[in-house]
């Protein structure tokens, strides 16, 4: 329950962000090119809240349904208009002013992604260094001639400093092309570039397609000690507590804490007869690992965690954080490079190169929003930068209903002279909506089946 009321509230907290600024862009450009602002609104349906200075000021409203927003302006098409207020009429602007008030709202999302990503940067984070552990066989790793101590450097000439840093890096560049140039310093520290080949067939199944690279984070053969033991879990129903050295399991020794986790994992559900040293006694435990779905099948889960030694953490950690100018710098080509991402993906999807398992619906942005605030507030930030990038290049494609759409009219506008018949605009608006609802629809099916499979 916990669970869900927290994905529940931090997927409200992005929503109301996103939402806020996409229309707030839409409600500044309005009031600075001279257009009357009636309402700005958050949400739809049952008005929870509102405040209007004057009857002649903008009222602001909260509605009951969080799943966007709208800028209502004073336009003869939409109810008489005041003659007072007719010079001050959305449809009565100048083309170049309706063009600047319909774009400012996906240009606003443009600008939160460079805001989050400029304060990320400049905040920093602290990360592992990304030094591969055992590569796969028969993976397009292995196949590239990576092998386990490769630290990677750069990828299509970009530094990787942290391991979220290099695997974000491929997994975007693998978006854009087959192969991929990657520079990694091996164990004896000679720099060498690789070139990673992905089929293209991958491309069109992403849940298949990091698992088919082979790369994962070194890791070293840690002693089997128990750090902390999550409350409720298998290992504390068991009574094992921090300190434990874990000495056998099933008569069997236990050398490493990767040994202790391979077993649990390939034992879900049966009863383990463990043996801890705590404190110089011997102590025997029965554990019953918790069955776990994964993308690797059933797994066991008993919810203990390693002890690490603090001079490993050093050797391993690395801060990352960037001055004032180059956190902006780095800002704007971040969020150019999504935004191209974003495109290219709307491109394969349309042309059959990309699966329609790349679509996400409500359910699976909601789980994104609460993963990502679960690890921490960093990565919540980057979630939002991400989906703001993406609602603002969505917007913008030219589907009536959307801005984009709207844009798309004004061009036909531009070269013809005159406006589109409204008989027109709304004849292409109700293709459009039918195929937003189709998409959305879709969508939706695909979160359903993610949650069932």
């Known amino acids: 329950m916990f669970s869900l009321l927290h994905t529940l509230f931090y997927f409200i907290v992005a929503l109301t962000i996103l939402i806020a600024f996409h229309e707030f862009g839409h409600y500044w450009a309005a009031r600075r090119l001279g257009v009357k602002v009636l309402r700005f609104s958050l949400g739809f349906g049952k008005i929870l809240w509102r405040r209007q200075r004057t009857p002649e000021s903008t009222e602001f409203t909260v509605a009951a349904l969080p799943l966007g927003g709208y800028v209502k302006m004073v336009d003869e098409r939409e109810g008489a208009v005041a003659p007072a207020d007719l010079p001050y009429a959305f449809n009565r602007q100048p083309l170049i002013r309706r063009v600047a008030i319909v774009f400012a709202g996906p240009f606003f999302n443009f600008i939160l992604a460079i805001l989050i990503y400029w304060a990320v940067f400049m905040i920093g984070e602290t990360g592992i260094r990304p030094i591969l552990g055992p590569v796969t066989s028969n993976s397009l790793a292995a196949q590239a001639g990576f092998e386990e101590g490769d630290e990677i450097v750069a990828i299509a000439g970009k530094t990787t400093p942290t391991w979220n840093h290099a695997i974000g890096e491929l997994l975007e560049r693998v978006m854009e092309t087959e192969a991929i140039s990657v520079v990694v310093k091996t164990k004896d520290g000679e720099q060498l570039e690789r070139t990673l080949t992905v089929p293209e067939e991958l491309l069109q199944h992403p849940n298949r397609l990091y698992q088919q690279l082979g790369l994962r984070p070194w890791e070293p053969d840690l002693p089997p000690v128990i750090d902390r033991v999550e409350p409720g879990g298998a290992a504390d129903e068991a009574g094992l507590q921090s300190g434990d050295r874990l000495v056998s399991v099933d008569g069997n020794a236990i050398r490493t804490w990767r040994e202790w986790v391979d077993y649990v994992r390939a034992h879900p559900g049966s009863t383990l007869e463990v043996v801890v040293d705590r404190g110089g006694q011997r102590l025997s435990r029965s554990i019953t690992p918790v069955p776990v779905e994964s993308e690797e099948g059933r797994i066991g889960r008993i919810g203990a965690a390693v002890q690490i030694p603090e001079q490993l953490v050093d050797d391993m950690q690395i801060d990352y954080r960037l001055g004032v100018l180059p956190a902006f710098v780095a800002a704007v080509e971040k969020t150019v490079d999504y935004s191209v991402l974003t495109l290219k993906m709307v491109g394969r999807m349309l042309v059959g190169r990309a699966g329609i398992e790349n679509l996400s619906g409500p359910i699976s942005i909601a ?65 459009g909506l039918f195929i937003l609802l189709s998409l959305m629809s879709l969508a939706f099916i695909l979160d359903i089946e993610r949650l069932l499979t």
């Open 367 to 431: 789980q994104y929003a609460g993963k990502s605030a679960s690890i921490g507030f960093n990565q919540f930030l980057k979630f939002l930068a991400i989906v703001s990038v993406s609602l603002a290049v969505l917007n913008l494609l030219p589907i009536p209903v959307l801005d984009g759409g709207h844009l798309l009219f004004y061009l036909i506008e531009a070269v013809k002279g005159s406006p589109v018949s409204e008989q027109t605009q709304a004849f292409f608006q109700q293709i």
